[in-house]
C-alpha cells in the first residue's frame, strides 16, 4: 500500500512540485521529508512534507528532480496498518513504518498520522490518515 489521497476538504485540486530527492527508489504514495535540502523517506516519528508521485524500479541519483505533492492538514490519505492496531481508536497519532515510508504501524508514542477511519485492526487493513 502507499499515502493515497482519499479527499481534501475544499475539494481543491492539489499541485504538482518538483523537488530534487537524495539517492532513493520512488515510489508513488511514498512519505517524504527534505533532509539537507533533498527529499528523503520520512519514517517512524518524521512527519513528511510531501508525498512522492512517481514510481522508479531503482534508486535514482542524489539530486535528480521527480514529482511530489506537499502534505496539508485538510487532506486525508488512504494507507494500511504495517502491524496489528487492536489496541487503536480514532483520533490516535501513529507512526509511520520504519523503513518503507508506504505505511502506518499501531505505535502511538510521538505519532504523527491521526487515524480517521479504520476498516479493521489487523495488519494490512486499510486506514485513512491526516497529517
Do not use: W
Not at 479527499?7 to 504514495?29: F, H, M
Not at 489496541?87 to 498520522?113: E, F, P
Request: glycine residues 8%.
Amino acid at each position: 500500500m502507499a499515502f493515497m489521497i482519499h479527499s481534501v476538504d475544499d475539494g481543491r485540486n492539489i499541485p504538482i512540485e518538483y523537488l530534487p530527492c537524495s539517492a532513493i527508489t520512488p515510489k508513488i504514495g511514498m512519505a517524504l521529508t527534505q533532509s539537507s535540502g533533498k527529499l528523503a523517506i520520512a519514517t517512524g516519528t518524521t512527519k513528511p512534507t510531501y508525498i512522492c508521485m512517481t514510481e522508479r524500479a531503482s534508486a535514482v541519483s542524489a539530486g535528480d528532480i521527480i514529482p511530489v505533492i506537499r502534505v496539508d492538514h485538510d487532506i486525508v490519505f488512504e494507507t494500511e496498518f504495517s502491524a496489528s492496531a487492536s489496541s487503536i481508536k480514532l483520533g490516535d497519532k501513529v507512526t509511520l513504518h520504519a523503513s518503507d515510508g508506504m505505511s502506518v504501524t499501531a505505535t502511538t508514542s510521538s505519532g504523527v498520522a491521526e487515524i480517521v477511519y479504520m476498516d479493521g485492526t489487523a495488519s494490512g487493513s486499510m486506514c485513512r490518515v491526516r497529517f
